[in-house]
């Protein structure tokens, strides 16, 4: 049995697999009956990106100014705040954002004040085979970094999520996604959510 109102943040470098993850745990839980909804934080931010004129794809707003993005997110936690309070939310977004000008926390107080999250998630695995998926993703527009890039990211991402425990008494869940262990990684993000 499962408290109402759950909310949990899934988050991850780009191309690690979080959206896989989450779509594994939530097929699974919708066949035991436990109902969840996944947001993707990104997607209420382009919305109102494309809607502005700002950007033509989503890989084009981790380069806007940070006035901007800050708007964007401050938009995107107000809508998503304004969901059900009953309803079991993952939110799928990063906990920091790699931009031209340096890391940008994707959670800062003014996002976590609407969000409020009872688990921060980090997808975690070896960067070499981030850099390979990212590789093999012909979809989108990938920034293009090394193993080691990957790496300092992923230990920023800690560090940041740190400070998220801090504010909200949240706590935080590393979630291994490695390559041909996919089912492990959904088999952890389900206890969390469950
Ligand atoms: P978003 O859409 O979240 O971009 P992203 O991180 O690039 O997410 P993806 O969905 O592309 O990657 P993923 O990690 O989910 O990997 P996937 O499951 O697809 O965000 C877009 C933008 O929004 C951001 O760049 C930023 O600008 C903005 N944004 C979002 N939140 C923000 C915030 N809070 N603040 C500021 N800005 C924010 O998998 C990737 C590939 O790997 C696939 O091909 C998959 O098949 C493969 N794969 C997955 N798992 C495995 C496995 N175990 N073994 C082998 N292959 C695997």
Request: glycine letters at 8%.
């Given at each position: 049995?499962?408290?109402?109102?759950?909310?949990?943040?899934?988050?991850?470098?780009?191309?690690?697999?979080?959206?896989?993850?989450?779509?594994?745990?939530?097929?699974?839980?919708?066949?035991?009956?436990?109902?969840?909804?996944?947001?993707?934080?990104g997607t209420f931010m382009f919305d109102v990106a494309r809607k502005e004129s700002l950007v033509s794809n989503r890989d084009e707003?981790?380069?806007?100014?940070?006035?901007?993005?800050?708007?964007?997110?401050?938009?995107?936690?107000?809508?998503?705040?304004?969901?059900?309070?009953?309803?079991?939310?993952?939110?799928?977004?990063?906990?920091?954002?790699?931009?031209?000008?340096?890391?940008?926390?994707?959670?800062?107080?003014?996002?976590?004040?609407?969000?409020?999250?009872?688990?921060?998630?980090?997808?975690?695995?070896?960067?070499?085979?981030?850099?390979?998926?990212?590789?093999?993703?012909?979809?989108?527009?990938?920034?293009?970094?090394?193993?080691?890039?990957?790496?300092?990211?992923?230990?920023?991402?800690?560090?940041?999520?740190?400070?998220?425990?801090?504010?909200?008494g949240c706590t935080i869940k590393i979630v291994r996604n490695e390559n041909f262990l996919l089912e492990r990684g959904i088999d952890?993000?389900?206890?969390?959510?469950?």
């Open positions: 049995m499962i408290e109402l109102g759950k909310k949990v943040v899934v988050t991850g470098v780009p191309g690690v697999g979080k959206t896989t993850v989450i779509n594994g745990a939530m097929e699974r839980l919708a066949a035991e009956g436990v109902a969840y909804e996944a947001v993707n934080f707003m981790r380069k806007l100014g940070k006035d901007v993005q800050k708007r964007l997110q401050q938009a995107a936690a107000s809508e998503i705040a304004a969901m059900s309070a009953d309803a079991n939310i993952i939110i799928d977004t990063h906990s920091s954002v790699k931009t031209p000008a340096g890391f940008l926390a994707g959670l800062p107080e003014w996002v976590l004040r609407e969000l409020m999250p009872d688990v921060v998630v980090l997808v975690e695995t070896d960067p070499d085979q981030i850099l390979m998926r990212r590789l093999g993703d012909a979809s989108r527009v990938r920034d293009m970094e090394g193993a080691r890039a990957i790496a300092e990211h992923q230990e920023f991402n800690r560090a940041v999520s740190a400070a998220y425990a801090m504010y909200t952890d993000l389900v206890d969390v959510l469950r």
